[in-house]
Nanobody, 122 residues
Framework: QVQLVESGGGLVQAGGSLRHSCAASGRTGSTYAMGWLRQAPGKEREFVAAVTWGGGRTYYADSVHGRFTISRDNAKNTVYLQMNSLKPEDTAVYYC???????????????WGQGTQVTVSS
């Protein structure tokens, strides 16, 4: 089992920045791919970004590419999501997720954080 605890999020004006952190514990090591997904009100959960266990490959949704950056520090068992140039449409609950292999679909991940709210005002 892997436990994921998120921090960060909050309220920001359009054009602003926020940084999420997600700390993993339990059976972690450094062999888990990590991802961020989000769910806006009335919408399905969608992929945002993911990084391989070694950090060598990253994937981004088209809607956030160039604005968001995913990174990880395996010594701290922590993954980060830096969000810049935020838009109102980025408003959602953001979830950290982990699994043995990297994926871009919600069903690719078996371990989930509790979710944190991000609200971007116009």
């Amino acid at each position: 089992q892997v436990q994921l605890v998120e921090s960060g999020g909050g309220l920001v004006q359009a054009g602003g920045s926020l940084r999420h952190s997600c700390a993993a514990s339990g059976r972690t090591g450094s062999t888990y791919a990590m991802g961020w997904l989000r769910q806006a009100p009335g919408k399905e959960r969608e992929f945002v970004a993911a990084v391989t266990w070694g950090g060598g490959r990253t994937y981004y949704a088209d809607s956030v590419h160039g604005r968001f950056t995913i990174s990880r520090d395996n010594a701290k068992n922590t993954v980060y999501l830096q969000m810049n140039s935020l838009k109102p449409e980025d408003t959602a609950v953001y979830y950290c997720a982990a699994d043995r292999t990297i994926g871009v679909q919600t069903y690719d991940y078996n371990y989930w954080g509790q979710g944190t709210q991000v609200t971007v005002s116009s």
